[in-house]
């Protein structure tokens, strides 16, 4: 039987309604040729890619706390994509009808933890992957199709645009992305995809609210930065 994302049951306010049960986070790396050269990657030589942050890392809009071994917190704005079907070594055509939603979320991301673990050669999920790193609307219900209706996503640090971009603007496109993964891994209903950063990552400090929104889409992304657990 098809997975499938009734619209009638999102409520206002929800972080994944309870139809949308979330499988996995599935991350996008490098999926915007400006947010590639800004941290010093040729977009031309080195492809996206893609890793996971755990279920754990999910948080709705509110209060972000600063995890306290970090001191270099930086936001990462990405457009989300539901899946409400699944499948290995998908189609383009395939992977357009996997898309069952959409969201906007933040990739709450340790730049110096990540650092030390590349230099290390060590995993990200500290850096990546920590309780509350991946803050987001509630999930829309829509098909591909409807991408068409979204535009331009903003994020907005104390007041002032920070990142501004749109989904045209990825290297891999939605269906490519998926195709991608599922050479990899069997895609499921539930997986939540980031899609990857545009330009203009930056840090955070305590006391700091970020605003995300995007053209077409009802739900806007407010989060108030802190230091400690509250
Ligand atoms: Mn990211």
Redesign the pocket.
């Known amino acids: 039987m098809p997975y499938q994302l009734p619209c009638c049951r999102l409520r206002d306010g929800e972080l994944l309604p309870d139809y949308f049960r979330p499988v996995r986070i599935i ?3 490098r999926n915007y040729a400006d947010h590639a050269r800004e941290m010093g990657h040729d977009p031309a030589q080195e492809p996206p890619f893609f890793f996971f942050k755990p279920i754990t890392a999910l948080a709705r809009d509110g209060t972000f706390v600063m995890p306290s071994y970090s001191r270099e917190v930086h936001y ?1 704005l ?1 457009l989300l994509i539901a899946l409400e079907q699944g499948g290995r070594n998908l189609s383009l055509q395939q992977a357009k009808s996997c898309v069952g939603g959409f969201g906007l979320g933040l ?1 709450m ?1 340790c730049r110096d933890i990540q650092r030390q673990a590349k230099e290390a050669g060590r995993p990200w999920e500290l850096a990546k992957g920590f309780d509350g790193s991946a803050p987001c609307t509630a999930i829309a219900p829509g098909s591909f199709d409807d991408l068409d209706s979204l535009g331009t996503m903003t994020l907005k640090r104390n007041g002032e645009v920070v990142q501004q971009s749109h989904w045209r603007d990825m290297i891999w496109s939605i269906p490519e992305l998926l195709q991608h993964i599922s050479h990899h891994i069997a895609l499921q209903p539930g997986d939540l995809i ?1 899609t ?2 545009p330009a203009g990552v930056g840090p955070v400090e305590a006391g700091d609210r970020l605003e995300a929104r995007m053209e077409g889409f009802p739900k806007s992304l407010l989060l108030q930065i802190t230091k400690e657990d509250i």
């Open positions: 991350c996008i790396g990462e990405e990739d991301t980031f990857g950063t």
